[in-house]
């Protein structure tokens, strides 16, 4: 199994150590080539316009949202999310919308305004420490996407299937434990495709 950290833009380094932690193999994906080498991969913190738009340069937009809709696993941070969410505000662009949220850009103050929080995650048996940078906050959502996390009644950690996002950077801590649950992810996918389909 190995886990892709794109390393088009943002602090991908950071994801990879996590998963390198965990005792899995990354590989920095940059093409739509190297997307097809990993079993999930990981969308990191940066700046979601610089990211978007090499994405659409090198043809890995397009090649990853084909693949998310046949259940490749994802997961995005901070910008890594805005590059999966649905709707975007301030300033709206076009993303991957593979993930039923509104979010508005920058809403939780500038680089200097950046703050860490305690927070309960569904399935944790303590709380995470949430590290924010000038993250974006989720609006709404729709009816398919669980909320694991809140803060302040806005949710802050979110899946929709394959699609996991979460606004704070657990990369930037030394807890693990959000990775693990992506990891656990990666791992059903891989099962459920070695599963011979019921009428083939
Ligand atoms: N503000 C950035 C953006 O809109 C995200 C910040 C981050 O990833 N830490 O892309």
Redesign the pocket.
């Known amino acids: 199994m190995v886990i892709g950290v794109s390393g088009v833009q ?2 991908f380094r950071e994801h990879k150590w996590m998963i390198e932690k965990l005792g899995i193999e990354t590989m920095v994906v940059k093409s739509s080539e190297d997307l097809d080498k990993v079993d999930g991969l990981i969308i ?8 978007i738009r090499i994405m659409k340069m090198t043809g890995l937009f397009e090649r990853l949202r084909e693949k998310i809709k046949t259940g490749f696993p994802v997961y995005g ?6 590059v999966l969410a649905k709707e975007i505000e301030n300033y709206p662009q076009e993303s991957l919308g593979v993930i039923d949220i509104k979010v508005m ?2 809403a939780y103050g500038r ?1 200097v305004d ?1 703050f860490d929080e305690m927070i309960e995650i569904k399935g944790f048996d303590r709380p995470f420490k949430a590290v ?5 906050r989720i609006d709404s959502y729709g009816p398919d996407v669980e909320v694991l996390a809140f803060l302040d009644n806005s949710p802050v950690m979110c899946r929709q299937g394959n699609v996991l996002v979460t606004s704070f ?1 657990p990369e930037l801590t030394d807890d693990a434990r959000v990775h693990e649950y992506f990891v656990n992810m990666v791992k059903e996918y891989r099962v459920q495709q070695e599963m011979p389909k019921a009428n083939a």
């Open positions: 943002g602090d990191p913190g940066g700046e979601s316009t610089t990211m941070t901070c910008a890594g999310l805005i850009r920058n680089q950046s924010f940078i000038r993250a974006p950077h």
